[in-house]
């Protein structure tokens, strides 16, 4: 089991399946995005696109682990489904008022 770093971005998650704490899948990965850097975040949140019907959720990726290619987090599905949905920035980064509002939804604590 490795914990999700910033050496394990988005050309390693995107496509990959997310899983719930409950090791049951939610969706896969479409986006990796990044925490403003005054944030001070060591990690980040991804997109997670769960099929058609339910849309796409953004999860937070504090004490996520990889494990045999599948990124699992500490929350559970009501959690993720229940988060909150925005645009990111151009750059794959979240303003600081969105991503105060994923960690905040997910209860990271800010720096």
Do not use: W
Not at 20 to 42: C, K, M, N, Q, S
Not at 60 to 82: E, F, K
Request: a positive charge.
């Amino acid at each position: 089991m490795s914990p999700y770093s910033e050496s394990t971005y988005s050309d390693e998650l995107v496509g990959r399946a997310l899983h719930a704490r409950d090791h049951r899948p939610v969706g896969r990965i479409t986006a990796v995005y990044r925490y403003p850097a005054e944030l001070d975040a060591p990690c980040g949140a991804v997109a997670v696109s769960a099929g058609l019907l339910r849309g796409s959720y953004i999860v937070d990726l504090a004490q996520a682990r990889v494990v045999d290619g599948v990124l699992t987090v500490p929350h559970d599905r009501r959690t993720i489904s229940s988060a909150p949905r925005f645009r990111p920035l151009p750059d794959n980064t979240l303003s600081p008022g969105d991503a105060a509002r994923v960690r905040e939804h997910y209860r990271i604590a800010g720096p």
